[in-house]
């Protein structure tokens, strides 16, 4: 069965450094991989996914992940932070096993000014 | 615009009282789901629909209901609410079940007291 493991459920950084929020996965066949952004009181926005296609995935917002199938890893970067990106992030896995997608438990990102 | 509508955005309700949220999609999605969010535990879904009157249930259907009617329309009834699903809902649509990204609605918050 499909899963998703969000290594750190708070992360704080000040403006202008980088960002990374960690996220392995668990998945029998090829999975598709996402990040999701929920700022407060709004919806989930597709940050970017990773489609079995190149493996350095560029999102928006200057955000971008790499897939490491040896790590079973998705993790989200982004080079410098900036005060809107303060939201909950969601790693996502989803594969033809196991069909519908599996969320993980959230990172909460902190920008400090 | 490509959209998922949800209403209402909040409802506080008591205990046993029937009720509907509704989720509309105008893009003509097959796959339809809605999911509840929960601190510390992310998005789990509740019921989805793999098109026109096929429904199944996700991974915490107890206490839930749905009906697909129309391809656009996908709502969520709750028979008879109890305070234990005050959460914060979803719906959400897709092209298809695995693989693809997901349009998620703004989100219904549900007190029931």
């Known amino acids: 069965a499909q899963s998703v493991t969000q290594l750190d459920s708070h992360v704080s950084v000040s403006e202008g450094t980088p960002v990374l929020l960690r996220c392995n996965y668990s998945s029998s066949y090829s999975p598709s991989l996402f990040w999701y952004v929920q700022h407060p009181n709004k919806g989930l926005q597709l940050l970017l996914k990773?489609?079995?296609?190149?493996?350095l995935v560029k999102g928006i917002n200057g955000f971008e992940a790499e897939f490491k199938k040896s790590e079973t890893s998705f993790h989200l970067t982004k080079p410098s932070a900036h005060m809107s990106d303060a939201a909950e992030y969601f790693c996502v896995v989803s594969d033809r096993g196991g069909g519908d997608m599996r969320f993980g438990a959230g990172t909460r990102l902190t920008v400090k000014p | 615009e490509a959209q998922v509508t949800q209403n209402p955005r909040y409802l506080i309700t008591v205990t046993g009282k029937k009720l509907t949220v509704t989720c509309s999609q105008n893009m003509n999605h097959e796959y339809m789901s809605w999911y509840r969010q929960d601190p510390g535990l992310g998005l789990r879904q509740i019921y989805y629909s793999m098109n026109v009157e096929v429904t199944d249930k996700g991974d915490v259907p107890e206490g839930y209901k749905v009906s697909r009617k129309e391809k656009r329309n996908f709502p969520l009834i709750l028979e008879s609410p109890s305070p234990n699903q005050t959460s914060l809902y979803f719906c959400?649509?897709?092209?298809?079940?695995?693989?693809?990204?997901?349009?998620f609605g703004q989100g219904t918050r549900l007190t029931v007291v």
């Open positions: 959400a649509s897709s092209l298809a079940r695995a693989g693809t990204e997901a349009f």
């Open positions: 990773y489609t079995s296609a190149a493996t």
